[in-house]
């Protein structure tokens, strides 16, 4: 009963594929590290567009209903009130209500909220491409000296042959990437990612002429813990059925005349609850004890039980 604490008070699946399948020492983790120290998720060493493989982030694909171009005057229109609606959205962490800018990174002063993908969807409902000279996949306006790289901005792109300006395209992709300095940071974030996630899986996106797909950095553990829990009944009525299975195996049968019955002479069944219930006790100590001692318990140690109990 005293070790059996630690599942009450301690009791967490440890998911991490990383950590499951991959040595302690492993060379691609010094690798990613180094990705790690040169370009921090700090605000002073953002910049848009860097992949840093650790930066927590909500990257959006949005493509057109009926599958034409995302540059058309009406879907130009309703991307842009869909960038607002991100860039607006609230989120509650420990009730208390906040806004993407409280936890977004800062580029030049600002909040990053994918100004390029804006300024673009602008500049064809003006139908000012043609005039503004918009290329692909680099794209120079007179604002600015600096080249715009476009191709990790459109997807499908369609150009005219003589003079390279962009005719229509597919799809947009825009990014959202977020504070994780400190561990109140990271946990909003995932707040707030996962918030959005829903809010776009139930449709709630301000726009009707276009379908947005989501991915962010707590997908992985997100898809992890709902198929866990869709096979959690699964696996509590194999449970059942597996203790009287094993019950059932020591009953011997024997033949008296034209009937059958059981032979509570060489039958065993106490004993095979005696077994099952000290293997149930052993299986809660162990774990129990372990994550007392702060030992972590993985994913699949679930099967543990099914192993113990075949045997």
């Given at each position: 009963?005293a ?5 009450i008070?301690?009791f ?90 409280d ?29 503004l ?44 990437q ?17 918030t ?18 989501f ?15 869709r096979t ?11 203790i ?13 005349g ?47 039980p099914?192993l113990?109990?075949?045997?």
């Amino acid at each position: 009963m005293a070790l059996s604490t630690g599942l009450i008070f301690k009791f967490k699946i440890y998911r991490n594929i990383d950590y499951l399948f991959s040595p302690v020492e492993a060379p691609w983790k010094y690798e990613e590290q180094v990705f790690s120290d040169l370009w921090e998720s700090r605000d002073d060493q953002f910049y848009p567009g860097k992949k840093v493989l650790r930066r927590q982030g909500l990257n959006l694909i949005v493509a057109s209903v009926d599958g034409g171009s995302v540059l058309r005057l009406e879907q130009a229109e309703q991307f842009i009130r869909l960038l607002d609606w991100i860039a607006n959205s609230t989120f509650v962490y420990n009730n208390t209500t906040y806004r993407y800018k409280d936890i977004c990174l800062i580029f030049r002063d600002h909040c990053f909220a994918n100004i390029h993908a804006f300024f673009l969807a602008k500049t064809f409902i003006n139908g000012d491409q043609v005039r503004l000279n918009v290329t692909y996949p680099h794209f120079q306006s007179g604002l600015q000296s600096d080249f715009i790289d476009l191709s990790m901005t459109l997807g499908d792109v369609k150009t005219d042959p003589a003079s390279g300006v962009i005719i229509s395209a597919s799809a947009w992709l825009i990014s959202y990437q977020q504070k994780q300095q400190t561990h109140l940071l990271q946990e909003m974030g995932k707040t707030w990612e996962t918030t959005m996630g829903q809010r776009i899986w139930r449709r709630e996106i301000p726009t009707d002429l276009l379908n947005v797909y989501f991915f962010h950095s707590n997908t992985l553990e997100e898809e992890l813990d709902e198929g866990n829990r869709r096979t959690m009944p699964k696996f509590v009525l194999t449970f059942i059925v597996l203790i009287i299975f094993s019950v059932l195996g020591t009953l011997t049968l024997t033949r008296k005349g034209r009937f059958v019955a059981i032979d509570w002479v060489i039958s065993k069944p106490y004993l095979a609850w005696a077994g099952l219930l000290s293997t149930l006790l052993a299986i809660i100590s162990a774990i129990g004890f372990g994550l007392l001692t702060d030992i972590v318990f993985i994913d699949m140690a679930t099967v543990m039980p099914f192993l113990i109990i075949c045997k």
